[in-house]
């Protein structure tokens, strides 16, 4: 599925009763997709299984933001964080994400799962947004791909630091403050 889209600038939203769940192998590549998840993104579920979940990935998302979900799952732990995701239409959407390693019955992680959540719009507008776009342009300021993911995790670990929290403490304290 090789198609450029292009962000629209508009951003769509989804019920706060509804969930958004996806489940992942361990490449990243989409094993299943509930009705919320293609009705939002714009896809059918045959066109999002077996595609990377990088497929909804915004452009506006620091790279940072991805390692540090993938450093954590793959050492076979959850993680919460806010995500800018993509709709085929260029559409944007926010969610509050809850991603899980899964294991199975020797407990080796077999895949991972996803349940995202609406997150509330002021949290996203006063905290999250100037957060990722401070880390986005700290990542934009280096021209080799890996030095500007690694300044975008010292960008991102260092505000974290600065809070005097993890970045679960973190992001659990902006859910809760909205």
Same mark, same amino acid.
């Given at each position: 599925?090789?198609?450029?889209?292009?962000?629209?600038?508009?951003?769509?939203?989804?019920?706060?009763?509804?969930?958004?769940?996806?489940?992942?192998?361990?490449?990243?590549?989409?094993?299943?997709?509930?009705?919320?998840?293609?009705?939002?993104?714009?896809?059918?579920?045959?066109?999002?299984?077996? /595609?990377?979940?990088?497929?909804?990935?915004? #452009?506006?998302?620091?790279?940072?933001?991805?390692?540090?979900?993938?450093?954590?799952?793959?050492?076979?732990? %959850?993680?919460?964080?806010?995500?800018?995701?993509?709709?085929?239409?260029?559409?944007?959407?926010?969610?509050?994400?809850?991603?899980? #390693?899964?294991?199975?019955?020797?407990?080796?992680?077999?895949?991972?799962?996803?349940?995202?959540?609406?997150?509330? #719009?002021?949290?996203?507008?006063?905290?999250?947004? #100037?957060?990722?776009? /401070?880390?986005?342009?700290?990542?934009?300021?280096?021209?080799?791909?890996?030095?500007?993911? %690694?300044?975008?995790?010292?960008?991102?670990?260092?505000?974290?630091?600065? /809070?005097?929290?993890?970045?679960? %403490?973190?992001?659990?304290?902006?859910?809760?403050?909205?």
């Amino acid at each position: 599925m090789a198609v450029t889209i292009r962000p629209t600038g508009k951003e769509v939203h989804f019920p706060p009763g509804e969930l958004i769940v996806s489940k992942t192998d361990l490449k990243g590549r989409i094993t299943y997709a509930n009705r919320t998840f293609c009705h939002i993104a714009g896809y059918s579920e045959a066109e999002l299984l077996g /595609q990377p979940h990088s497929i909804i990935r915004h #452009p506006d998302m620091p790279r940072a933001v991805f390692r540090l979900v993938w450093d954590t799952i793959a050492a076979g732990r %959850e993680i919460f964080g806010y995500v800018k995701n993509m709709a085929r239409s260029g559409d944007h959407y926010w969610v509050f994400a809850h991603v899980t #390693p899964s294991f199975d019955s020797a407990g080796k992680i077999i895949g991972y799962h996803s349940n995202r959540r609406t997150p509330d #719009p002021k949290v996203i507008a006063s905290a999250i947004a #100037p957060l990722y776009a /401070q880390v986005l342009k700290t990542e934009q300021s280096h021209v080799n791909g890996k030095d500007a993911v %690694e300044a975008g995790m010292r960008a991102l670990t260092d505000f974290v630091a600065s /809070q005097k929290v993890s970045y679960d %403490e973190l992001m659990f304290a902006l859910a809760s403050a909205a």
